[in-house]
């Protein structure tokens, strides 16, 4: 058994270290090092959620603050805490349903266990719903949701019954939330797969597509076009500093993609022929804007000039419940200047022993840009295509107003 | 023999070698050198904070991310200081990162520390060697496989030393850290490295590679525009070639040197270049500036004072490239510049102007205080009206209202600087005493830090509880009452250290000043000018030096002026103890003749030489009158005619001696300009100087300028006396 303390610590030191690159890495490993924090939490007979939203929270607070950059980090840290508080409140439910179905029914059988259980299932769902705000997630959830409450249960039905009621409660708001999360991680892993699933509807014959740097969702996305006969081209602009769109490109025409890397700068030029820019983001704002690799605004802006749609592919491990203006959001990285320059050549202009000794020549590497909602058509995520507006209902399905701030 | 089967062991799986040994590094915690005092007399170096954090966790937090796994401190001086801080940190105690410290009193330098490890056989592998004072974000792997794969071809290949370029800068001839430009001569082929010159003298311009080297070698690059990052990947036999070698002290001048010139053992030492990555070492407080600067400027990433790489606390970055942590309390009014990093907790008062500075933690600093370019430390009270300007100011410093720090200023620990008192620049203020022994000795120079030092022992203790101390102390300190620092201050100014203000100036944290550069590049071009000037002085048989290979034609001459100074010198030394010790005239002839077989010169030279300092003893003999120095003249070339006349067998040597003369009247000595003609007479009367050399002198200054005519213009009648009697002798 793993010393959590230690792969705590050993995750710590790799974002401070930007070893971990990509949201979606970093998403996937925070989840897993929080199921593994939650498996570890010795939890007390009362109280239990509020245990291990205090110990989620704690582990939060240092992956967060270790590379703030990466809201993906955040952001699963508060998706498993919206697990807790669901898990908490759907036993608090279903006690209660529990004790209406037994003020309902004196003798309850074994054999009718089952039916007993959807039937207390459905209780539970009807008064959750009569606790949450109504939306048409919580809808489609509570339906799914039933359907596993059903199956969870009715599992480890036999040797629960045996056990007195708290034991069985204690266990099982740890046991669901450990398996709320594996839903959780399943999904970050299957995102690549849903988003690419839609591409056909938006890509069409002929159609000439720009993207901006590397985003392995576009590249699955363009892929999964391709595999399905679509016939296409993609004009790659290459995203210095760092020149990811070269990889992108190289990656497409294995794919048989064909593909035309362009500069940067260049982007306006070509974007007339262009029908639809698609990208990937780095994180998605409440209000609908998205954090992007450097030069997205411009691609945005010219998008807009000729009224192309820009279509944003994101995984929902990417939706960040913040806004852009809040404080705790740091909204770019300045990176290395010597993704840039080489030093070598201009460290002749940083001799600070001649002169007045203050730095003239200064090297800005920003990492990121903001663009705002009006510049953005669509968001394809893993559960469907959304306007940008429709952004802050998604937040509201899956983070509590409670966690917003860690 | 242990050394050796871990060789052999290598060569043959290193590939298994490689996947399972822990990757291990040395750090050696102490610079071995004195470059930082008089702040180092109390706290070590490595702990001093660059940019608020203490060095030796940049080191650390590279080492951890470059995977190193298992990490061997060696301290030295403050081992004690350096143990603690480390037992504290979050260094210990982490899953794949192991330190070890070796505690040692009586190592002086790199190499005693070297064959201490050695000793302590803990080594079994390929290691880094670096000191806790570089840093770096350089991705190692690159490097180390180059080095395993050179290990295998050949097992000689001991070292690997990683540098960069950075042009050094053509005015100063030093890098952007304050070291000497670096010469390096390296096989473009393999990187082996073939000559490393740090120590190169520039204002002889020259430096000798062994004509071996050319022969040797297909092709050899020369560069002066790398810079040694001082991070070594090294093989277990570095540490036993240490052992071997007991005189190898330091690591660049005895190991690397001796290495390159020892062709028995035949270890090579090759380089590897890093391009898009940052390493230096802080090797003197230049250093320390321009440091501090790269990482504001984040050529460091991300080990940049905005990611949390070390338990520190982030401080956010905002717009041209100002950090600020959270817990400041700022005045409106104060104006923060560009390129400024402000700790936690600290204060700024009103009117207060900070740029390009780094403040530390829980500083207090007043209204209309204007701080630039200088590095304020930890818990620093700066009060109302001081004026910094690029200084080091130490933990603990009060500095009183008025008070101002003028450039190159460093303040050691808990200094007080009286009220408006001005600390003149380049001056080092400390609460200890200046060792009053200066050990320019070599030897001395790694001597222990405590030796000579008078140490105060209240004040000495380095807790930071001091703070509540001092005020009590204050009455116990009367004794400063003869204060250097300004009436209520505490410390004492040291004086310039042994490098003298030049050295000062070269590696101090301002920069250097205008009117010193101004002078520097007016240097430079004298020497350009003056080397031309002899350039047409030269005999035409300057042949390169039998073993050496000078490069640059100009250095070549500049090294020839240099040598032909010597020889006056040591000419002039023989001519005054033939005249005090009556030595006959063959002798001095004999002596001469060897001097200038051992400095390879002309006869002209030896003609010139003599002449002068026949001449300077005319000169330095007592006399009061023109005519008495007249008479002191005809009194020693009456004496010692036989011996120039020696040296002159023909009219150019003659013609030499009176361009000798007339320069030397024109600056040395003075005193003869006015009897030019005078001692030219005396000279063609002992028949030292034939009329014609005369006369073509005369037709030679024909053409001459106008201010260089005013000999001429004097011997005018004594030439036309000449061509009279000629004349009457036909």
Not at chain 1, 351 to 373: C, E, R
Request: charged content about 25%; aromatic content about 8%.
């Amino acid at each position: 058994m793993p010393d959590v303390e230690g792969l705590v610590n050993e995750f710590v030191v790799k974002l401070e270290n930007r070893k971990v690159e990509g949201s979606h890495a970093t998403a996937r490993l925070t989840a897993e090092l929080l199921r593994s924090v939650i498996s570890q939490q010795r939890v007390p007979s009362t109280n239990q959620a509020a245990t291990l939203i205090e110990a989620v929270r704690v582990v939060g607070d240092k992956l967060t603050a270790a590379n703030p950059v990466e809201l993906a980090v955040g952001n699963i840290v508060r998706r498993v805490l919206h697990i807790i508080r669901e898990e908490e409140l759907l036993l608090l439910t279903k006690d209660v349903g529990g004790l209406k179905l037994i003020v309902g029914s004196d003798d309850e059988d074994t054999a009718e266990g089952d039916y007993n259980h959807v039937a207390s299932a459905a209780a539970v769902a009807a008064s959750r719903n009569s606790l949450l705000r109504p939306s048409l997630h919580t809808l489609l959830e509570n339906i799914q949701n039933s359907t596993l409450a059903c199956q969870n249960s009715s599992g480890g039905d036999s040797e629960e019954k045996s056990k007195s009621d708290k034991n069985s409660s204690r266990r099982k708001v740890k046991h669901n939330v450990i398996e709320a999360v594996n839903i959780l991680i399943e999904d970050i892993d299957a995102c690549h797969e849903l988003i690419a699933e839609q591409a056909v509807e938006h890509i069409h014959q002929n159609e000439v597509i720009l993207t901006l740097g590397h985003s392995k969702t576009v590249l699955e996305f363009l892929s999964a076009a391709k595999e399905k006969k679509r016939s296409f081209r993609v004009f790659v602009a290459e995203g210095a500093p760092r020149y990811q769109g070269h990889v992108l490109a190289k990656e497409l025409v294995k794919k048989g993609v064909q593909s035309t890397v362009v500069t940067d700068s260049a982007v306006f030029a070509m974007i007339s022929r262009v029908n639809m820019v698609i990208v990937g983001v780095h994180a998605v704002m409440a209000n609908g804007g998205v954090i992007a690799p450097v030069g997205m605004r411009m691609v945005a802006l010219a998008a807009r000039n000729y009224a192309v749609p820009l279509v944003v592919v994101a995984g929902t491990h990417k939706l960040c419940p913040l806004y852009p203006h809040n404080p705790e959001v740091l909204l770019n990285d300045m990176r290395c200047p010597s993704e840039l320059v080489d030093f070598g050549e201009f460290s002749n202009c940083m001799d600070f022993g001649i002169d007045s000794g203050a730095p003239l020549l200064h090297i800005v590497n920003p990492a990121f840009d903001y663009v705002p909602p009006e510049l953005i058509s669509l968001f394809i995520t893993d559960i469907g295509g959304h306007n940008p507006s429709y952004i802050h209902r998604l937040i509201a399905d899956y983070y509590s107003a409670d966690d917003l701030v860690l | 023999m242990v050394q050796k089967k871990a060789a052999s062991r290598v060569s043959e799986d290193a590939e298994e070698e490689l996947a399972r040994a822990p990757l291990q590094a040395v750090l050696l915690a102490d610079s071995f050198a004195q470059k930082f005092r008089p702040i180092t007399l109390e706290r070590p170096k490595v702990l001093l904070p660059l940019v608020n954090i203490p060095m030796i966790d940049y080191t650390l937090a590279w080492l951890e991310s470059a995977g190193v796994e298992e990490v061997f401190v060696f301290c030295c001086a403050h081992s004690r200081q350096v143990i603690d801080y480390l037992n504290n940190s979050k260094w210990f105690g982490q899953p794949n990162f192991t330190i070890k410290t070796i505690e040692s009193h009586n190592s002086v330098s790199a190499g005693d520390a070297l064959r201490l490890i050695y000793e302590q056989n803990v080594i079994y592998e390929d290691f880094i060697l670096i000191s806790g004072d570089t840093l770096s974000n350089m991705s190692l792997t690159q490097a180390l496989e180059e080095h395993k794969e050179r290990r295998k071809k050949n097992s000689n290949a001991v070292m690997t030393m990683v540098i960069k370029k950075s042009k050094p800068s053509p005015l100063t001839h030093q890098s952007r850290l304050g070291t000497d430009e670096l010469f390096m001569a390296i096989d473009p082929e393999t990187k082996q490295l073939l000559y490393y010159e740090d120590k190169a003298d520039h204002l002889k311009g020259s430096i000798t590679l062994d004509k071996m080297l050319l022969a040797d070698n297909p092709s050899v690059s020369l560069h002066n525009d790398k810079q040694d990052c001082y991070i070594d990947i090294c093989s277990p036999e570095v540490l036993s070639l240490f052992t071997d070698n007991f005189d190898y002290q330091h690591l660049r001048r005895h190991f690397v040197k001796g290495l390159l010139v020892d062709d028995i053992m035949g270890y090579k030492i090759f380089t590897h270049e890093i391009y898009s990555s940052y390493a230096a070492r802080i090797d003197n407080f230049r250093s320390y500036d321009t440091v501090s600067k790269d990482i504001i400027q984040r050529w460091t990433y991300p080990f940049v004072p905005d990611v949390q790489f070390f338990g520190n606390n982030a401080a956010k970055l905002e717009r041209q490239g100002m950090y600020r942590s959270s817990g400041i309390v700022q005045s409106r009014s104060a104006q923060i510049g560009p390129f400024t990093v402000i700790g936690n907790g600290t204060t700024i008062g009103n009117n207060t102007k900070i740029s390009n500075s780094v403040v530390g933690e829980g500083c207090n600093i007043g209204s209309n205080v204007a701080i630039e370019g200088s590095y304020i430390w930890h818990n620093v009270t700066i009060e109302d009206g001081c004026t910094i300007r690029h200084a080091i100011v130490c933990d603990g410093v009060i500095m009183k209202s008025g008070a101002v720090l003028e450039p190159g200023v460093v303040l050691s620990f808990k200094v007080v600087i009286g009220q408006q008192f001005v600390v003149p620049a380049y001056s080092k203020v400390s609460l200890l005493q200046q060792p009053t022994k200066q050990d320019s000795d070599e030897e001395l120079e790694y001597a222990d830090d405590s030796s000579g030092i008078v140490k105060i022992p209240s004040i000495t203790c380095t807790s930071d509880k001091l703070s509540g101390k001092l005020t009590s102390e204050l009455s116990e300190t009367q004794r400063w009452a003869t204060s250097e620092v300004g009436a209520g201050g505490v410390g004492f100014i040291w004086s310039v250290g042994e490098g003298g203000y030049e050295e000062e100036l070269r590696h101090s944290v301002a920069p250097i000043p205008a009117d010193k550069l101004a002078e520097i590049i007016q240097a430079a071009n004298d020497d350009v000018e003056m080397s031309a000037q002899d350039g047409n002085l030269l005999p035409p048989s300057g042949e390169l030096q039998p073993d050496s290979n000078s490069i640059g034609s100009e250095d070549n001459i500049e090294d020839m002026r240099d040598d032909y100074i010597y020889f006056e010198k040591e000419v002039e030394a023989t001519f005054l103890r033939a005249v005090q010790e009556n030595i006959t005239e063959e002798h001095v002839v004999l002596e001469v003749n060897s001097l200038r077989l051992s400095y390879n010169k002309t006869s002209v030279d030896c003609a010139s030489a003599l002449f002068y300092s026949m001449m300077k003893l005319a000169l330095e003999t007592p006399h009061s009158s023109t005519s008495e120095l007249l008479g002191n003249a005809t009194n020693v070339i009456g004496t010692w005619q036989k011996l120039l006349k020696y040296y002159l067998p023909s009219l150019d040597e003659e013609i030499e001696v009176i361009l000798k003369f007339e320069e030397m009247c024109l600056e040395s000595a003075k005193e003869f300009s006015s009897i030019f003609v005078q001692v030219l007479h005396l000279l063609y009367d002992k028949d030292i100087l034939q009329e014609d050399a005369i006369h073509n002198w005369a037709t030679e200054k024909e053409g001459a300028d106008e201010s260089d005519k005013v000999f001429l213009k004097q011997s005018e009648k004594f030439i036309q006396w000449l061509n009279e009697a000629s004349e009457e002798e036909d």
